[in-house]
């Protein structure tokens, strides 16, 4: 399902504060990266494409549709993973996906059966259909949460900062699932998290204070400081003139000692060396490089 966002603008009224102003986003088939820090809007954003929320201003479209005048119809092709994922505690995964089930209309019991035990398999939850929900830990909540929103089939998955405080094994197992239920859906999935996407998405968009910074393909936004990006380790003075004189996109401290990566049309130092840039050093120089 192709999805087009014009101009979309919220302002939230206590302030006034424009969470978004004026976004244009197109969406294709596969994973779509959405990438931004914390308050930048993404959420905001999501729940306006899931018709949590309603904008301001501007307008949705998919497959050329407006979404405003057919909600049902988007809906019926929609699954929705919110960053919070507060399910029922007392509840199974059988017992859940079955009151999900109903809650999209899905009536015949034994169609209800079939689209569960499809999830749960999807998911990896088989042998754990008698464990209360209560007791599922953070990575295994997030997997009933993937499995409530496939319920349906949907065209269109959202999903918003699903993989924030998983260990190292349960988010990689997470990130593989997300690859193998992306054919033939649109995913639009956010987080602040580069590595999360690096190698997940070919198309991206950066979000930052409510606007887009980057639209395009991964490849093309990383290799925007191609031959520009260098790595020096030297002593604290020459950190805090890499600071003052140009955008750094990382500082780690080996042995006491900074290791700055920085970027520049030319090294800036002796003993500087040029490095292959990763999403996140391209994502860091968008933003306006490491803060002080």
């Known amino acids: 399902m192709k999805i087009e966002i014009k101009n979309l603008t919220k302002v939230y009224p206590r302030g006034k504060k424009k969470a978004l102003n004026g976004v244009n986003i197109e969406i294709g088939q596969g994973i779509f990266g959405l990438i931004g820090r ?20 501007g307008e949705i479209y998919f497959d050329g549709k407006e979404l405003k005048a057919n909600k049902d119809e988007f809906r019926s092709s929609l699954g929705y993973l919110p ?14 996906l079955d009151y999900v089930c109903i809650l999209k209309g899905i009536k015949n019991k034994e169609e209800r059966k079939t689209r569960i035990a499809s999830a749960i398999e999807t998911v990896g939850l088989l042998g754990e259909e008698k464990k209360r929900l209560g007791k599922y830990s953070g990575g295994m909540l997030r997997r009933a949460g993937i499995a409530q929103a496939l319920i349906g089939d949907p065209k269109v998955l959202i999903i918003d900062e699903p993989t924030t405080g998983l260990d190292p094994e349960e988010r990689l197992y997470f990130l593989n699932l997300l690859s193998k239920i ?9 987080t602040h998290i580069t590595a999360d996407i690096e190698h997940l998405c070919n198309n991206i968009c950066v979000l930052e204070q409510g606007e887009v910074k980057y639209l395009g393909e991964k490849g093309e936004f990383i290799n925007r400081i191609n ?66």
């Open 83 to 96: 960053q919070s994922t507060k399910l029922m505690p007392r509840m199974n995964i059988v017992e859940f």
């Open 182 to 190: 992306a054919m033939e859906r649109t995913i639009i999935f956010s």
């Open 38 to 57: 914390n308050g930048a809007g993404k959420t905001t954003l999501m729940r306006i494409v899931a018709t949590i929320m309603d904008a301001t201003d």
């Open 227 to 292: 031959g520009k990006l260098y790595e020096h380790s030297g002593s604290q003075y020459e950190e805090e003139q890499l600071r003052k004189d140009t955008v750094v996109t990382s500082v780690a401290y080996v042995d006491g000692r900074p290791r700055v990566r920085y970027v520049a049309e030319a090294p800036l130092f002796e003993g500087s060396v040029p490095v292959a840039p990763t999403l996140e050093d391209s994502y860091i120089y968008a933003l306006g490089g490491v803060k002080r």
